[in-house]
């Protein structure tokens, strides 16, 4: 899979620097269409399968512990890819393997059945209350799109998950060849929807891949934060699809 050129700017950089990152209420462009990652955003890991080979050692991380890594190692993987380290696979070996030692358990075959269990995108099946409902609503206004870092099957897992269908157009990297953060992926998006990146907000959870990937390929963008890792920044940031609209409507 191919990833993007290394950049120079990073978010550490821009926290000591006090840069802004741009806001809702300061679009450029009117918004015509919004691209949504689906990992952490619209779907959530089936803790239940992926951690199986943990529970049957009997050992059972709760969610605040989950939620507590992902807020640790987001912040370390972001200044990670932007030093040119691998993406998806990188993010989900350094969270297993700190989450492994969290728990006394530090087993690299098993880290390694962990971190395949969590890029089968089939394991991606939760989804929040009202998710098509509030994408529903969004639709009426925007054009609404998927970019996802998968493997090729996402548009068969959101499908099952009932929410395909609020979608013009899927974009699988495991299909385009890229994954985010390489502009290519993003321009496929852009093209096959027939809009211009300015006229387009990305959603997505991951600042280095997500935020970054999308606001160089010239889209607006705003992080799905659940989890809360950029918290302290001055990034753009949501918790919630219902936040995301009560944005957009004051935009």
């Known amino acids: 899979m191919r990833q993007a050129p290394v950049g120079d700017d990073s978010l550490l950089r821009?926290?000591?620097?006090?840069l802004p990152?741009?806001?809702m209420e300061e679009m450029a462009d009117p918004l015509k269409a919004i691209f949504f990652d689906v990992g952490n955003t619209l779907?959530?890991?089936d803790r239940g399968t992926i951690l199986r080979s943990l529970y049957?050692?009997?050992?059972?991380?709760?969610?605040?512990q989950w939620h507590a890594i992902?807020?640790?190692i987001k912040n370390r993987f972001d200044d990670l890819v932007q030093h040119g380290g691998p993406v998806d696979h990188g993010f989900w070996r350094m969270f297993y393997t700190r989450l492994l030692a969290e728990v006394a358990s530090e087993d690299e075959a098993l880290c390694n059945q962990l971190v395949e269990a969590t890029r089968h995108s089939a394991n991606w099946c939760e989804i929040r209350p009202g998710t098509r409902e509030s994408l529903e609503r969004l639709g009426k206004r925007y054009a609404l799109a998927v970019i996802s870092n998968a493997d090729g099957k996402i548009a068969a897992v959101l499908e099952r998950c009932g929410i395909a269908g609020c979608f013009r157009s899927i974009t699988d990297s495991g299909l385009v060849g890229y994954e985010k953060p390489h502009p290519v992926i993003f321009d496929v998006a852009l093209r096959?929807?027939?809009?211009?990146?300015?006229?387009?907000?990305?959603?997505g959870d991951v600042y280095s891949v997500d935020y970054l990937g999308a606001t160089r390929a010239g889209m607006q963008a705003i992080l799905f934060d659940v989890a809360g890792a950029y918290r302290r920044t001055d990034l753009p940031r949501v918790e919630s699809l219902e936040e995301l609209e009560k944005k957009l409507a004051t935009a």
């Not at 821009?14 to 006090?18: D, I, N, T």
């Open 14 to 18: 821009s926290r000591q620097l006090g």
């Open 21 to 23: 990152h741009g806001n």
């Open 43 to 45: 779907l959530f890991p």
């Open 56 to 64: 049957r050692k009997n050992v059972t991380p709760s969610l605040a």
């Open 70 to 72: 992902e807020r640790e």
């Open 192 to 203: 096959d929807m027939k809009v211009a990146a300015e006229e387009s907000l990305y959603v």
